[in-house]
């Protein structure tokens, strides 16, 4: 449950910092906006108050009334060119008290039309009228965006005239500038924190494995343990029991025969007792040689009789004829039948069996069953120790086939599909 919450814990402080980060880029871009909008406004309006504080209302009623031929007139010409020229603003305009265009700095023709900024800047144009300075927001003029700054000329408390000033809000380009920096910047952080989470999360599950590990290596040294003090209990009856059937077999020829039994049995038990004492042994053993190649026929004569009850044909690929590897003919036994039992349990009834093996490099064999082969999620489990399908399994086999030859230097490999049968691989570096 560690990992799970884990990962939770870091989704939510990669999400929490990411909104946080993209929260602080906005409130940085609006305030930014806020104060260049309120600087650029606040020198437009000045520059249209200054423009109608020089502006005489006896010079716009001799313009209406005389037009181009009236001193009025050359004086708002003059006065609207300098302001134009002086501010570097797009365009200054005079409108008469019915928005008609007295003169417009961007043409003579200009002159008798009504002015457009009633339908591009109407709010400020209305309060423009109503006696107040004002500033529209951005609108376009053809290919150019514009904002006009809006002024009255007053006399007897009434607004004859508005002086309109249009200048390109230049500030414009630094907001897209600032705002692709921003969201790079988001960007490059949100990056950031989904590698540290990626980070945090495999240590995460790193620390999850290994504490698996220590703890399945725990459980064997247990086992370990365990198993040596077992088999070292089993043993010692063993002895008296085979000591005692040698002296009975001396007595008479029935009592011969099954004292022979008893001591063969015995043996048997005392070698079973040996093999999982393999659970405690510290080390392989480095000087033990056998014939995988005879193990095997051995190993697959004594489970004829087995195939031909489980109604099973072995198909036998033989590819080598002798092969010394690092493991005694008992344990080559024990990973053989280990192997070859499984695959005649799962084919319940009936299939074939193809055994090949091959000597060339290292000693290799083949061994695969036409069985309804093994799901996902328990080849995901398959050799664990205690692990098994089977009712009366012990779930140690695969694990002691898999140790033995891993002992000897050598790989065990499994591999399978649902409805394609299994194949068991074995690899043994060849010994002199």
């Not at 692709?180 to 590698?195: E, K, M, N």
């Not at 055994?355 to 999620?377: F, K, L, M, Q, T």
């Amino acid at each position: 449950m560690a990992l799970p919450r884990t990962l939770s814990l870091t989704f939510a402080f990669v999400a929490l910092a990411l909104v946080a980060t993209a929260t602080l880029s906005w409130l940085t871009y609006r305030s930014v906006r806020k104060a260049m909008e309120g600087e650029f406004a606040g020198r437009l309006e000045a520059l249209a108050a200054t423009g109608a504080s020089q502006v005489s209302p006896a010079d716009v009623a001799d313009a209406r009334r005389l037009g181009e031929d009236g001193t009025g007139y050359i004086a708002i010409q003059l006065l609207l060119e300098q302001l134009r020229t002086a501010s570097r603003a797009a365009d200054a305009v005079l409108l008469d008290s019915a928005r008609v265009t007295v003169y417009d700095t961007r043409g003579a023709d200009r002159a008798e039309t009504l002015t457009p900024l009633d339908s591009l800047a109407g709010d400020a144009l209305r309060e423009a009228y109503a006696g107040h300075s004002a500033v529209s927001g951005v609108y376009g003029r053809g290919r150019e965006m514009r904002r006009a700054g809006l002024a009255p000329v007053i006399e007897s408390g009434r607004a004859v005239a508005v002086v309109a000033v249009e200048a390109r809000p230049d500030y414009l380009d630094d907001l897209s500038r600032l705002g692709r920096s921003l969201w790079l910047t988001t960007l490059v952080i949100g990056l950031a924190l989904a590698i540290l989470g990626a980070v945090i999360v495999r240590m995460a599950w790193s620390s999850l494995l290994l504490e698996r590990r220590l703890s399945r290596a725990e459980n064997l040294v247990a086992m370990g343990r365990l198993t040596a003090t077992l088999a070292h209990e089993i043993k010692n009856p063993l002895a008296i029991i085979r000591g005692s059937a040698t002296r009975l077999g001396k007595l008479a020829p029935e009592a011969q025969r099954m004292a022979d039994s008893v001591v063969e049995e015995t043996d048997r038990l005392s070698r079973t007792v040996g093999r999982y004492l393999q659970f405690a042994k510290p080390t392989p053993d480095e000087d033990a040689r056998g014939d995988a190649v005879a193990a095997l026929e051995a190993t697959l004569s004594l489970l004829e009789g087995e195939m031909s009850a489980r109604r099973v044909t072995l198909e036998r690929e033989r590819g080598a004829t002798t092969a010394r590897v690092g493991l005694d003919s008992e344990s080559l036994k024990q990973v053989y039948l280990n192997l070859i039992l499984n695959a005649l349990e799962a084919m319940a009834e009936g299939g074939t069996l193809v055994v090949s093996d091959d000597a060339r490099d290292a000693y290799e064999v083949s061994i695969r069953d036409s069985g309804p082969g093994i799901p996902p999620e328990v080849m995901d489990k398959l050799g664990q120790p205690f692990f098994t399908t089977r009712a009366q399994g012990t779930g140690l086999g695969l694990f002691m086939a898999r140790r033995l030859v891993e002992s000897a230097g050598g790989t065990l490999k499994i591999e399978s599909a649902v409805g394609r049968g299994t194949s068991c691989r074995i690899r043994l570096p060849k010994r002199s």
